[in-house]
């Protein structure tokens, strides 16, 4: 009060009110506390209090917790040939839910800076392919009323081993055809097991695939085949028919393809 010595308060209704009675001579007063770190403070009717003799006057002190700051930052790697930017990543506080990186400075780096109540964190991240992960300052991580705390966590992109493979293309000649007919075609189809019910290949080469005329030798080719790994492969062709010429399909397991490390290219 006015600058003198501090007085402690005394615990009122419960622990989060505290209030003191003084008696003082008439005169003008103001209240101040010392600044509590992590609190912010509001002072009502606790400056120049004119207090009358016999008179009342209430000043009121409100301090009210300031919430912390948990900042994390996203460091990407790519020394290794990845691809990956910071905005591909996300993290969990506490096993919460995802939470997004924002842009930093360039692709590599971003940042989210989170207000949080006083308390202990552990952030995380969920595993992603080709990248190992790295962090810095991440786990039990205090943070204070008011305060700051920074957790940083570094993606660094695998070393992965050279990718390899082979195309594998397919003819089918049909013979004895009764000519005449019009808008045959025929699929091809390719599949890692001997009855034909594991289908390989992407969309867009199973489609380049499909729907291919035959020439007048009764010839249908693969357009751009399938790319393989290491393995064996059985092709199945499907022959459409027309107004002459029934449907029919080759059958599985006749024509096999075995690929080996000497073939992939």
Do not use: M
Request: include cysteine; aromatic fraction near 6%.
């Amino acid at each position: 009060i006015n600058d003198g010595a501090p007085i402690a308060f005394l615990q009122d209704s419960d622990e989060l009110h505290g209030k003191n009675t003084l008696t003082k001579d008439a005169g003008t007063y103001t209240v101040t506390e010392p600044s509590v770190a992590g609190y912010a403070t509001a002072r009502d009717n606790c400056d120049n209090i004119a207090l009358d003799n016999g008179g009342t006057q209430t000043c009121t002190i409100t301090n009210t917790a300031q919430a912390g700051t948990l900042i994390v930052n996203k460091v990407v790697n790519n020394t290794n040939g990845g691809t990956g930017k910071a905005t591909d990543f996300s993290f969990q506080v506490n096993g919460g839910p995802a939470q997004s990186f924002l842009p930093g400075a360039d692709d590599l780096n971003g940042s989210n800076p989170l207000s949080v109540p006083a308390g202990t964190y552990t952030i995380t991240e969920p595993v992603n392919d080709g990248y190992a992960v790295s962090y810095s300052n991440c786990s039990n991580v205090v943070v204070g009323n008011g305060g700051a705390q920074t957790c940083t966590i570094t993606n660094t992109a695998l070393k992965g081993p050279t990718t390899q493979s082979a195309v594998l293309q397919d003819k089918l000649t049909i013979t004895g055809l009764t000519s005449g007919g019009t808008g045959a075609y025929v699929n091809f189809h390719l599949y890692t097991d001997d009855i034909c019910t594991q289908e390989v290949g992407t969309p867009v080469e199973i489609s380049s695939n499909s729907n291919l005329p035959i020439d007048a030798n009764g010839v249908a080719s693969t357009n751009t085949g399938v790319a393989v790994h290491q393995g064996t492969y059985y092709w199945r062709a499907e022959y459409s028919g027309d107004q002459y010429n029934g449907r029919f399909s080759t059958v599985c397991g006749v024509e096999v393809t075995t690929i080996n490390d000497q073939q992939v290219k």
